[in-house]
């Protein structure tokens, strides 16, 4: 079946615009996360759901960072008002429950 | 907090030749182990994951890990490497405590010679 999908692929923006970053999930799978992977390091957690709740956001780094996931399927990670720092890869996985996440290409983000 | 230490920055080894990247996580309880590799381009993929039971797993495409409690740690082996294992490849710790955030090694980039 079909896997995690993210778009855009590939995002250039420029200093303080909004982003939006789409995650379409593994069709039936309960729980969604966000990681955040920076170049020569390995992912970074930013927030998790299950269903439509938001069980943790403790790794949001700062409130220009969001996250929804209204019907408890497609997520959306909101950065408002982006920085050069805010550059990195952003990474989805969904689960059926539990630890074992599947990951989706991810969604370059370069803020010029 | 948990975290997870892999040593090697960079390994290359010839195609045929044994294999085996290093983990070390601290965490206080015992700890959901996973080992994820990502290709050029792609999304990270799920080798194999310790949970409980035997701490030898065996994982896709040959792979195996060893649960060392006392060593605090969880290396990944393959006997014989082929080139298209030439990738990085990343430990992770779950935390467990009603939270399903991995923390995640630096990784290790392993270059494969023919």
Redesign the interface.
């Known amino acids: 079946g079909a896997g995690v999908s993210q778009s855009p692929r590939y995002k250039v923006t420029k200093r303080g615009q909004d982003v939006a970053l789409r995650c379409d999930p593994i069709s039936g799978h309960v729980s969604l996360y966000w990681y955040r992977q920076a170049l020569g390091q390995g992912p970074e957690f930013l927030t998790y759901f299950n269903y439509e709740a938001q069980q943790d956001k403790s790794g949001l780094p700062n409130d220009r960072f969001s996250a929804e996931r209204p019907e408890g399927s497609i997520s959306t990670l909101t950065i408002q008002r982006t920085e050069q720092r805010d550059s990195a890869m952003y990474r989805c996985a969904s689960s059926l429950q539990g630890y074992e996440q599947y990951f989706g290409p991810g969604t370059r983000l370069t803020v010029t | 907090a948990q975290s ?1 230490t892999q040593p090697d920055i960079h390994i290359t080894v010839s195609e045929g030749a044994s294999l085996e990247l290093r983990c070390n996580y601290s965490y206080g309880a015992t700890p ?1 182990l ?1 080992w ?1 590799v990502q290709s050029p ?6 080798l194999l ?1 310790y ?1 409980s039971g035997d701490t030898l797993v065996q994982g896709i495409k040959g792979f195996e890990a060893e649960f060392k409690r006392s060593q605090s740690s969880f290396n990944l082996r393959k006997p014989s490497v082929h080139w298209s294992d030439a990738a990085e490849y ?1 430990c ?1 710790v ?1 935390a467990g405590a009603g ?9 290790t980039k392993l270059s494969v010679i023919p």
């Open positions: 997870v959901y996973f994820y381009g792609q999304g990270l993929q799920l994951k949970f990343f992770a779950g939270s399903y955030q991995l923390t995640f090694g630096k990784g």
